[in-house]
């Protein structure tokens, strides 16, 4: 596991890899979270535009970084390690923090899931573990994608 | 008149099967099949001895995933894929690679860069170093090392070039320069290891020495302290207070950190050159942003190598080492994506070097758990769904076919993988059933097609691999032949008289 210094840094360097794609603000779109970055690694208009809206976003739960905590790391793919080519995991580019309402039931990393809440943009820091985040889905709930 | 064409042609073509009148004579397969078999009996075995030899490696480009590339570019130029022709695919000659290490079925990069860095197999996990080494342990290191090819063809009077997408002391690029009983120690050594280096460090003591005269790639966290921060903010993992980007500077090396930086390198052979564009790997092809792509840093590297080498001649090593880590991922899109790219590499160093006294290998290092389902009409889009044979026709009949459990499946899949569709249950047993996926959803590129086996990451796999050559001595690639022998071509390609 990395630190959460080094979690934060890449959650607020989040890069997109493709210009989120000319589209309507509305959440009632599946967003996928490349949507949320423009090429420059910056928020893209979209996730601006969307601020403080209900969107819903897919992609799988990474596993929490410990038990009953109310946020979990959304990462687009199944959160993976290399065992032959890395010597602790790398963790991706694109990932979105998810504050519950509540506490919630761990998911599998490789199963599919729609989370659905508020879109929040700027840094938060979480009291308890030090991770700090850049972009969050808070008062989230979820379901299977 | 069909007949007498067909004589005419039979004449010209001077086999004994086409003296016969076949119906199938005028068909494109069978005169395409002729003018192969009349390029390949006029073939000649090129034994000048080679000036310059470049290897490109793509990481984890077995014979499967080189389809799927295949399929991906063909697919890209508007055709179904599968008659497609990469680049290296127009090389005369082809052999297949077992490519297991000493200890290990399964093989890992760093053994098999050894394999072709230095023309003997050893263990997993370990570079530059015999299978006598305990993996880990810096005691066993003295009396074991074996000379890699910066050292072997230095001493031949070559210049050396190192290029990859990886960190530039990953396995692939370290094999041709370091000497490590593991592969990891890139940065920092375990505690009382005091036998060799970290490979970072050797890189630049290689550099130095003139060993390495061009190197490109990622990784600057191996080359700065965890208190310092690199070109773009990110801080590093070594432990010993250096920075060695800036000696590195100071001893007159050229540093490149993005593309603009990149492009003022000089090429003109006064400078050893050293580019590190990333924190860790540089960026997937399909993520790429301020950073040269592999054909961008090969045609920097090669110019550079050129004009300081002149007659004396190169070594240059290409790797292509992200398609690796898309595979690990179990995301098709990205490995294809960076596969393509590795093929424009190619490419253009075949177009900027001369048959006559370079010799050319394209090959990979292992192949990955990637499979590939059947039974696909043609044109069935290789990151998308398989979809059924058309009787009546060509191209596919745009209906997936359904599996036993009435769901499509896509063309290519994973045995193992994070993707799993086996889901851990409260109790800790694993079952599941295979996610439904419709075709949009299947070639986007951030889909992880589905895999069986519920691992972290995706593995390698033994499955052999090809390597493919031209120009002098290329003819010697041929057979089904063990992974180190590549490097003995290499040397005679060279030494040859």
């Known amino acids: ?145 | 008149m069909k007949t007498s064409m067909l004589a005419i042609t039979a004449t010209l073509i001077g086999t004994g099967a086409m003296a016969q009148d076949l119906p199938q004579a005028d068909s494109a397969w069978f005169t395409d099949a002729q003018e192969r078999l009349q390029a390949q009996l006029e073939a000649q075995p090129n034994t000048n001895t080679a000036k310059n030899v470049i290897i490109l490696i793509a990481d984890g480009n077995g014979v499967g995933t080189n389809y799927a590339t295949r399929m991906f570019m063909g697919q890209q130029d508007g055709g179904f894929g599968d008659d497609y022709v990469m680049h290296h695919e127009t090389f005369p000659s082809l052999g297949l690679v077992k490519t297991y290490n000493v200890n290990s079925q399964t093989p890992d990069s760093a053994g098999t860069g050894t394999a072709m860095m230095s023309g003997v197999k050893t263990d997993i996990g370990v570079l530059g170093v015999n299978s006598n080494v305990d993996r880990g342990d810096c005691s066993t290191l003295p009396g074991n090392e074996v000379a890699n090819a910066s050292e072997i063809f230095t001493e031949l009077g070559k210049e050396v070039g190192i290029v990859s997408t990886a960190r530039i002391t990953h396995a692939t690029p370290g094999a041709a320069y370091a000497h490590s009983v593991d592969r990891n120690f890139a940065a920092t050594l375990p505690e009382g290891c005091n036998t060799q280096k970290t490979i970072a460090d050797q890189l630049l003591d290689a550099m130095y020495e003139g060993r390495v005269d061009v190197a490109m790639g990622g990784g600057r966290r191996n080359f700065i302290t965890g208190d310092m921060t690199d070109n773009e903010g990110d801080s590093g993992r070594r432990e010993d207070g250096r920075n060695l980007i800036e000696e590195a500077q100071e001893n007159g090396i050229a540093y490149a950190w993005n593309a603009e930086t990149a492009g003022e390198l000089p090429t003109d052979g006064s400078t050893p050159i050293l580019g590190i564009f990333e924190d860790s790997h540089m960026s997937y092809e399909a993520d790429r942003g301020d950073e040269p792509s592999l054909s961008e840093m090969t045609e920097i590297a090669l110019t550079n190598l050129q004009a300081k080498a002149g007659d004396n001649g190169f070594f240059m090593q290409v790797e292509a080492g992200r398609v690796d880590h898309a595979h690990h991922g179990n995301n098709l899109a990205r490995t294809v994506t960076d596969g393509a790219e590795f093929v424009r590499t190619i490419e253009m160093v075949d177009e900027m070097t001369n048959d006559e006294d370079t010799l050319i290998i394209v090959t990979a290092d292992h192949e990955h758990s990637f499979a590939l389902n059947g039974y696909c009409g043609r044109g069935s889009d290789i990151l998308g769904l398989c979809m059924g044979i058309n009787n009546q026709g060509v191209e596919n009949t745009g209906e997936p076919v359904m599996a036993a459990d009435g769901k499509p499946y896509t063309v290519g899949m994973y045995t193992n993988g994070s993707s799993s569709v086996l889901l851990e249950q409260p109790g800790g047993e694993f079952f599941g059933s295979r996610p439904v996926v419709t075709n949009e959803e299947a070639q986007d590129i951030d889909y992880v097609q589905q895999a069986l086996v519920p691992r972290s990451s995706e593995s390698h796999s033994a499955e052999d691999v090809a390597v493919y050559g031209k120009g002098p001595f290329a003819h010697l690639l041929e057979g089904t032949v063990e992974q180190n022998y590549i490097f003995h071509v290499m040397h005679h390609a060279f030494t040859a008289e």
């Open chain 1, 1 to 145: 596991m990395t630190n959460p210094t080094r979690r934060s840094i890449v959650a607020g360097l989040a890069a997109g890899f493709v210009p989120a794609l000319a589209r309507s603000a509305t959440a009632e779109d599946m967003l996928k979270l490349r949507e949320l970055y423009d090429a420059n690694q910056n928020f893209s208009a979209l996730a601006k535009e969307l601020e403080g809206r209900t969107v819903s976003v897919e992609g799988f739960m990474a596993p929490p970084l410990k038990a009953d905590i109310e946020f979990f790391v959304l990462t687009k793919k199944p959160m993976s390690v290399c065992p032959f080519c890395e010597t602790e995991a790398e963790w991706p580019d694109d990932i979105l923090a998810v504050y519950t309402r509540r506490g919630f039931d761990v998911v599998p990393f490789n199963r599919g899931i729609e989370v659905t809440g508020e879109l929040s943009l700027g840094p938060r820091r979480h009291e308890d573990t030090g991770f700090l985040s850049m972009v969050r889905i808070e008062n989230a709930r979820f379901s299977y994608g």
